[in-house]
């Protein structure tokens, strides 16, 4: 799978300016996937999905969709983790809760724009510990939805 580096800049991205002890709501981070045809096979494989649609590249070119299409666990998976890659940079993360609906087949080597914003956020008392909701989107080229999702994370302010 391949990926771009685009927008996984921290909101604070002046040296001279401090990370903020918690993220805001409003922030955003965002990511380009594309799915090769091996990337989808093995994935697809390593899961256990034999769905000939992850497989089968003349099935498949011959199927509704056109074309192989990358698993749901394989797109979720991505999308999903793009929130941890993002906020253990910073912080101690666990995840809580992961909603994921599917809106449209994530196509071979089709570049899908994923984005999460964080929606909710409520610090303990001590300060040591936030819960956060965050809600995000997976877009095609043309800016159709193939996943939206909502998560709950909790994090801790890093040792040290």
């Known amino acids: 799978m391949t990926s771009t580096a685009d927008s996984l800049q921290p909101s604070w991205p002046e ?3 401090p990370k903020p002890l918690w993220p805001h709501p409003g922030d955003r981070f965002e990511k380009t996937f594309t799915f090769s045809a091996a990337e989808i096979s ?3 494989t390593r899961c256990g999905d034999t ?3 992850h497989h089968d590249a003349d099935y498949a070119a011959n ?3 056109r074309g192989l299409i990358a698993c749901g666990p394989h797109t979720s998976a991505v999308f999903i983790a793009l929130i941890a890659n993002w906020f253990a940079r910073d ?3 666990i995840g809580q809760e992961f909603q994921v609906r599917f809106d ?3 196509r ?3 570049p899908v ?3 999460w914003t964080v929606a909710e956020i409520d610090t303990n008392s001590a300060g040591t510990r936030a819960k956060l909701v965050v809600t995000g989107a997976a877009v095609d080229p043309a800016g159709r939805p193939v996943l939206t999702g909502r998560a709950s994370v909790v994090l801790w302010a890093k040792a040290g």
Request: without cysteine; hydrophobic residues 55%.
């Open 91 to 93: 912080w101690e993360i």
């Open 51 to 53: 769905n000939p649609l």
């Open 104 to 106: 449209q087949a994530v």
């Open 113 to 115: 724009r994923m984005a």
């Open 15 to 17: 040296a001279a300016s």
């Open 63 to 65: 199927s509704r969709f």
């Open 108 to 110: 071979v080597d089709t």
């Open 42 to 44: 093995d994935f697809a």
